[in-house]
């Protein structure tokens, strides 16, 4: 056996020479996390300048802007400064405060592994996560000093969660987004995380053989092949980001709709909380960071389950509960409609929207081809299925994490809990696709393979008008216009008789031309289910040379003077040496 030991001295060496690319890796995560910190000093700053009663000096508004920041990574916040003395927690992160350290971290993984650096794939992720994560556990310390503290339990769980996946998806942009298969730590995580049964079913839908052909021209018995393996998870994907956006997009639409409903309930809450316009102007600013917490809200406001504003009252269509007298007087509460009445009927076509988005997307993928041409197999109706049963999975598990984070406590007691919860929206979302989705699925899917198959019937048709007549020409030149005379004398044969149509149809046969030609008429005259022109080409002569030569061919057997044929029996005997006097045909 073979020592594979590293010795002392090696090992020292390879301490001593680190990986490249490492240093510029760890730079750019800590200046990701630095510029982000900076954004929110500098926001807090501004209202504290601004603030005609500031109740800390600026080491507490450089607190608040450290714990804001990290509030924007999904950690919890614990309030100290109460008038009962307790400690409140602070759970709902602003989404649009989210997208900030997402953005950084997702450059900072790009830039690490740019093409201008020296660093590995795996050394320009671990170097941007350790630098981000080191400045963020020093803002971490620094915040658990000032009023609004995080708690440690979050902070270890969501800071390097989040540090981890934005980067690693920056890294893998940089590289191209590079398809490969799911690497062994992956493996895992999927194998503890779903059941066998379910990712064995989803392994089989995704490589089925049997995929029908456009219009049952194919019923392929093999695999679908590469293409429509590879097409299956990327539709499931596209499909579930749009059923997301649709359900996002229509929470929107109903959240503004609620604010001019309610603009006067919501127009007084800005004097009961602040009159100052500096207080105001602070008061928008937050209404306009928590605008997509509220568009998550409106979402699930319209899917059925509600949203929980306190202990015991749940706003849903459904329920006739409203904000109760303990919560606080905000423009975006205010605007929460009770049960009942048109807007609260009018919001259950978000879900409808959302499945009906989610169908079409499946159905893009599952007739590439319809009448737009496009190349792939159409899917089988199971398998069409089955995407929209796995898109409206995926959809529900993304809008559940969703309205995880929308949602939180805001305080003890009457506060515990605000926003929607988070199971409940996952299950009505997956419910709502499912029974929307499957039916559009399926039957703009058949309306599209039909529609494939009246293009393809069309073009057969147009193919028969535009070569029909010129078959005809071909047919009767073959049949009756053999009897034709060509313009001008023939030199050395005399006028040519009449061919009956027996001689014809025999010469038809027994040449080259007659199989193609009568192929050709039963396309033409029968062309069976579907008109479409044979694919393969036939091997036959070029119709006008053959039916010359057919022509001539039986112009000479009729033109030639049989062996035993006796003398003519006319009256009046020929001159000797002179010619006879060619017998008129008609």
């Known amino acids: 056996m073979t020592d594979r030991r590293l010795s002392l001295s090696s090992l020292l060496t390879r301490m001593r020479a680190p990986s490249p690319g490492l240093a510029a890796s760890l730079l750019s995560g800590a ?15 501004v209202l504290w300048i601004s603030s005609p009663y500031p109740d800390s000096g600026p080491g507490g508004a450089l607190h608040v802007a450290a714990a804001l920041w990290l509030l924007a990574h999904g950690v919890e916040l614990i309030r100290t400064d109460t008038l009962s003395g307790l400690p409140m927690p602070v759970g709902v992160t602003p989404l649009l405060l989210l997208m900030l350290p997402v953005w950084l971290l997702h450059r900072a993984g790009r830039d690490a592994a740019d093409a201008d650096s020296e660093a590995a794939p795996r050394t320009a992720w671990a170097g ?22 995080p708690s ?59 995929i029908d052909g456009i219009g049952g021209m194919r019923g392929i018995g093999g695999g679908d092949g590469g293409r429509g393996d590879e097409r299956f998870p990327g539709a499931v994907v596209r499909a579930a980001g749009a059923g997301v956006a649709a359900l996002v997009g229509g929470g929107a639409l109903l959240v503004a709709a609620s604010l001019v409903w309610h603009g006067g309930t919501a127009r007084d809450s800005f004097s009961q909380l602040t009159e ?94 319809g009448v737009d041409g496009g190349p792939g197999e159409v899917w089988s109706g199971r398998r069409t299925v089955a995407a929209v049963g796995l898109a409206a999975g995926v959809c529900g598990a993304v809008f559940a994490l969703l309205a995880a984070l ?27 696709t499912w029974v929307v989705g499957v039916p559009v699925a399926v039957g703009v899917r058949g309306w599209r393979v039909r529609e494939g198959r009246g293009a ?35 030199e050395g044969a005399p006028r040519e008789p009449a061919v009956r149509e027996p001689a014809v149809r025999g010469s038809l046969e027994r040449g080259a031309l007659g199989r193609g030609s009568l192929e050709r008429e039963s396309l033409l005259e029968d062309p069976g289910p579907y008109d479409f022109l044979p694919t393969d080409p036939v091997d036959v002569p070029w119709p006008e040379d053959a039916s010359r030569e057919i022509r001539w061919a039986a112009l000479r057997e009729a033109s030639a003077p049989s062996e035993s044929s006796g003398p003519s029996e006319s009256s009046g005997s020929p001159e000797p040496g002179g010619s006879p006097e060619p017998t008129d045909p008609t």
Do not use: K
């Open 152 to 210: 440690w339990v979050w902070t270890v769980v969501c800071l390097p969660l989040l540090a981890t996946v934005a980067t690693g998806v920056g890294v893998w942009t940089a590289y191209g987004h590079p398809q490969g298969p799911i690497p062994a730590w992956g493996r895992r995580v999927v194998a503890a995380a779903v059941p066998p049964r379910l990712t064995s079913a989803v392994r089989r839908l995704a490589t089925r053989d049997g």
């Open 276 to 369: 100052g316009w500096s207080g105001r102007f602070a008061v928008l600013l937050l209404c306009l960071v928590l605008v997509p917490n509220a568009a998550v809200w409106g979402a699930a406001y319209g899917l059925g389950p509600g949203i929980v504003l306190g202990a015991g009252h749940v706003a849903g269509p459904l329920s006739g509960a409203v904000a109760g007298p303990m919560l606080p007087a905000f423009p975006l509460l205010a605007a929460v409609p009770g049960g009942g009445g048109p807007l609260s009927w009018s919001s259950g076509v978000v879900p409808v929207v959302a499945g009906v988005t989610v169908a079409w997307f499946v159905v893009r993928a599952a007739v590439p081809g």
């Open 456 to 490: 393809s019937v069309g073009v057969g048709v147009a193919l028969r008008g535009a070569v029909g007549p010129w078959l005809s020409r071909s047919r009767s030149r073959s049949r009756g216009g053999v009897g034709e005379v060509p313009a001008g004398p023939v």
């Open 31 to 45: 200046l990701a996390a630095g510029l982000g910190l900076g954004s929110f000093a500098v926001l807090v700053m």
């Open 406 to 432: 929308a949602g939180g406590p805001l305080g003890v007691a009457a506060l515990a809990h605000f926003g929607p919860v988070w199971w409940q929206v996952g299950a009505a979302v997956v419910a709502w």
């Open 128 to 149: 941007a996560v350790a630098g981000y994560l080191t400045v963020g556990m020093a803002a971490a310390l620094y915040a658990s000093g000032g009023a609004l503290r």
